[in-house]
């Protein structure tokens, strides 16, 4: 067996290990042993495509590959959990800078001279659907990072300007290719140059509240560049890969979609997401009742069962330790306790239960929407603590901003108390009818400070 | 049948294992999943690691080491993130 078959044959594990690392992501117990064999796979194709390249300079490659690990290493040890959005935004942005760069790089390698054939065309797609992935990440991730505003930003004839800049790219492509132009280096520049201010250009518009599902689609481009690469240099474990992770972005993307009842298109050019010109006037006008931490101690410590919804104010306010020691006291004295978790309740798919982990909730207690919603009807109380618009009832009027968002049915349960600073809105910008109803509570203050309070009125209770 | 179609057919196959085994994965564990398939859109790696295993002028060493550093940060980091989240998850 010559030495190029055995190299195929490892890219032919790595691939099938990779879907085998995720495969193992489907429960919590398997995960962390999925992921390495996952990053092992990684490991595979390195040393197949160290072996199977004449590696004309080594220096090069062991300077990209011990800046690269420092960088990354040191950014996974150091990141909060509440950072993860924007760590997830940047990587990717690198993932598909990289990809780019590898299209780019074979241009350049050959001066410009691909022809039309197919690897001419996919060098073409790989430099642009990188270079958008690049410099859309960027933004986004300036955005979460709150360096540049949350707010959607809008210019008159953003979309027909975006759409003549795609058929621009087309046209350049094409010129680059060597239809008909002296200069293909050049076009193949410009080209590079529409890329890059397309994903800023995409990415502006699209409002901060929106972002979870931005991220999402990011990650599905930057598999879909991989791939692209993949199909530059004929590589199949290329291929492979970035169609894994292009199809989890996608799937991620569609589920924050419906998160927020919202469609793709109309997060991606409605503009939508920001709080500004929202008519506040009547919000707080509405008689609520109030609790304060003893009152709620008792209508949680002596009932059979209670469910905690978190929202994102709870890690904001870096109050999940003592939300977590809140559920653990009220066990101890025998009350059933769930965590009900809104597909869209952090900043990113599944954000919130990472940030419960790592406060030490018990995975098995943490449910999802459709887990837990018929649950809410035989539900004594339920602690609803930084959560908004994700439990407003409004969103079953169909004449309300947020209609047809699903929400948790909380307001069926027999006793809501809502742990929150004020009655301001949310980031639809919307009054919370939950606030007002009779069997409401609110429990007003810091959540951090709130929630010590009660772990300390329940310690109380006796 | 030509290099491209047996890539095309390879990528939809993959694209629908890949949807196949994403669907099942709870929403418990999208966070990791996201920086889990971030890591592995690094696989441009391999694709980096040939272009700058064969550059020959200054502009394809640069970018081949620019591809490599971009695409190592984007694996260690994000297996090593991943690592650390999923490691968060006990059950008790």
């Not at chain 1, 690897?119 to 690049?134: A, D, P």
């Not at chain 2, 441009?44 to 064969?54: D, K, P």
């Not at chain 2, 200054?58 to 991943?82: D, E, S």
Request: hydrophobic share 50%; charged share 15%; with cysteine.
């Amino acid at each position: 067996m010559n030495a190029h078959i055995l190299v195929e044959l490892t890219y032919l594990l790595s691939a099938i290990l990779f879907v085998v690392g995720l495969k193992r992501l489907q429960s919590p117990a398997t995960a962390r042993a999925g992921n390495s064999i996952a990053a092992f796979a990684m490991f595979l194709a390195i040393i197949a495509t160290v072996v199977d390249n004449e590696i004309l300079s080594w220096t090069p490659i062991l300077i990209g590959f011990v800046t690269g690990g420092l960088i990354g290493a040191v950014a996974a040890r150091l990141v909060k959990m509440t950072s993860m959005p924007e760590m997830v935004g940047l990587f990717n942005g690198f993932g598909g800078g990289a990809s780019a760069l590898v299209a780019v790089g074979e241009f350049v390698g050959v001066g410009g001279a691909v022809g039309t054939g197919t690897s001419g065309v996919t060098i073409m797609l790989g430099t642009f659907i990188g270079g958008v992935t690049f410099s859309g990440s960027m933004i986004a991730f300036l955005k979460l990072k709150e360096w540049m505003t949350g707010n959607p930003i809008t210019y008159p004839l953003q979309k027909t300007l975006n759409a003549i800049m795609f058929v621009g790219a087309v046209v350049l492509a094409a010129l680059a290719l060597g239809a008909g132009t002296q200069d293909p280096m050049m076009m193949f520049y410009i080209l590079v140059t529409v890329a890059l201010v397309m994903g800023v250009t995409l990415t502006i518009p699209i409002g901060g509240a929106d972002m979870p599902v931005v991220i999402s689609l990011l990650n599905s481009y930057s598999g879909l560049a991989a791939s692209a690469a993949g199909f530059v240099i004929g590589n199949m474990v290329l291929i492979i890969s970035g169609a894994l992770v292009g199809a989890s972005g996608l799937i991620l993307t569609m589920l924050m979609c419906k998160g927020m009842n919202r469609s793709l298109a109309n997060v991606a050019f409605g503009a939508f997401g920001g709080t500004a010109g929202i008519d506040r006037s009547q919000i707080g006008k509405r008689p609520v009742k109030s609790a304060d931490a003893e009152m709620v101690a008792a209508e949680l410590g002596y009932v059979n069962s209670v469910i905690i919804v978190p929202g994102y104010g709870l890690a904001v306010a870096q109050a999940q330790h003592e939300l977590r020691k809140v559920g653990d006291l009220l066990e101890d004295r025998g009350v059933d306790v769930k965590y009900a978790v809104h597909p869209v309740a952090g900043r990113m798919p599944g954000h919130m239960n990472v940030l419960l982990a790592e406060a030490d909730v018990s995975y098995d207690k943490l449910y999802d929407l459709d887990e837990i919603n018929d649950d809410f009807s035989n539900t004594d109380a339920v602690l609803i603590v930084g959560a908004h618009d994700v439990c407003n009832p409004a969103a079953r009027e169909p004449a309300r901003v947020i209609a047809g968002m699903p929400i948790l049915d909380v307001d069926k349960a027999r006793r809501t108390i809502v742990m929150k600073r004020s009655l301001s809105p949310g980031f639809a910008g919307i009054d919370n009818d939950l606030f007002y109803m009779d069997h409401n509570l609110m429990f007003f203050g810091d959540a951090k400070q709130s929630m010590s309070d009660l772990v300390r009125e329940i310690r109380d209770l006796g | 049948m030509g290099e491209l179609m047996i890539g095309l057919y390879v990528f939809v196959l993959a694209t629908l294992a890949g949807r196949e085994v994403i669907t099942k994965v709870p929403p418990t564990l999208h966070t990791p999943l996201m920086s889990g398939a971030n890591a592995i859109s690094g696989i441009a790696i391999v694709g980096a690691l040939v272009v700058a295993g064969r550059a020959e002028g200054t502009t394809q060493t640069v970018l081949g080491v620019v591809a490599i550093a971009m695409a190592t940060i984007n694996v260690i980091g994000g297996f090593m993130v991943t690592d650390r989240m999923l490691g968060m998850f006990r059950k008790h």
